[in-house]
Each structure stands twice: as C-alpha cells, then as structure tokens.
C-alpha cells in the first residue's frame, strides 16, 4: 500500500480541457495556450488561461481542484480510516506537489493538424530515496511495538510517516538536467484548438519520472 501512496502523490495527473478559440490562432497563440494551461495545472494561475479559452475562473478553479481530489483518490486515503485531519493535510501537500512542476514553454511551429509546442522542463528528483527511507523508518517503528495494530491504526501511521517525508521535499525540492518534450495543439472540426491530453500526461510523468 505505501508504494501505492508515493506514486499516486509523485504523479500530479494534472489535465486542463478547456478548448481555445481557433480565428486566426498563430504560433504564439499556441505558446500562450499551452504556457497558460500549465500554469492553471500546476500553480492553480487562472487568469491567462480564463482569457486563452473564454471561461471563467470558476472553471479553471474547479479542474484545478479535481485534479487535488485525483490525487487523494489515487492514493485511497479516505478510505483508509486515518483521521481527517491527515487527509486535510494531504490535500494541501497535492497542490505543494502539483506547485513543484518546473517548466518552461521554449517554441512551437505549425504541424500538420494544429501546432506542436516544444516544452522545456527539470524533472523532479527529490523522491528518489523516498521508498527507501520509508521502509527504514516504518520497520523501526514495527520494531518498537508492543501490540499488534489494527489496520486502520497501520494505515494511520503509513500516512503520517509518508508525509513528513514529502512535506521535507517539497521544501527542499530538487532537479534532474533540463529535458523538452511536445505538446500538441490539435485543431478540431468545430475551428477551435485542444491541447492533446496523451501529451500533457506524458509531460506529467516525465517532471515527476522516478
């Protein structure tokens, strides 16, 4: 279960769907898009990426924070029986995560069915050793015990302990060598443009490869 926590907090998951308009879209405009759906991914940045798809913030916020609940849904911590304090704790931990993303869109040109926009980004490798620790760290305490827990009680103490681990990461993040990576910008038949999602969870997965 524990690994099951760490890749489902290491994987933001992050998507934004929201369409741009398509009347005279350029290059730049392909930039911008894709650079303002990052940002509303990753940083919880709304206003450029209300202005690039005519929504509202309200749904930009709403996607931002679906993506959190993703997060928390991967991981089944609110099944597990810890108290709610820790899962209020968790979901503050996700947007730390989700803020750690570290890119830059670099370029794009025009591609066959829209454009391809080139996005320069520095992996994160703070968790490198996380497992690791993490097993040191719950074998000590195993090592201690008088009783034997309840389930509810293990998946308490797996919690917390996973979070002081990543709580320490998030502030003291690292990085791996700059790496690119293309997002797609698809137009589709109704003359408006969609960042293609395969490719933006890809992005996600590379910046939080491990």
Do not use: W
């Amino acid at each position: 279960m524990k690994k099951r926590v760490i890749a489902s907090l290491l994987t933001a998951g992050a998507v934004m769907l929201l369409s741009a308009c398509g009347v005279g879209f350029t290059t730049e405009d392909a930039q911008a898009y894709v650079q303002s759906a990052l940002d509303a991914s990753y940083k919880a940045n709304f206003d450029e990426y209300v202005k690039q798809t005519n929504s509202t913030k309200e749904e930009a916020e709403t996607m931002y924070q679906q993506n959190i609940d993703n997060v928390l849904s991967g991981i089944g911590i609110e099944e597990a029986g810890v108290s709610e304090e820790l899962v209020e704790q968790y979901r503050d931990v996700a947007g730390d995560l989700l803020a750690l993303a570290n890119y830059e869109v670099t370029g794009a040109e025009e591609s066959e069915n829209g454009f391809a926009v080139e996005v320069t980004y520095e992996p994160f490798t703070g968790y490198e050793n996380l497992d690791a620790e993490l097993e040191t760290i719950l074998t000590d305490i195993a090592s201690s015990m008088t009783e034997i827990p309840s389930d509810a009680e293990i998946n308490q103490i797996v919690f917390e302990e996973v979070l002081k681990l990543v709580q320490q990461m998030v502030e003291a993040p690292a990085y791996g060598e700059a790496e690119t990576l293309t997002i797609h910008v698809d137009k589709g038949s109704d003359n408006v443009y969609s960042i293609n999602e395969d490719d933006l969870v890809n992005l996600d997965l590379a910046m939080y490869a491990g």
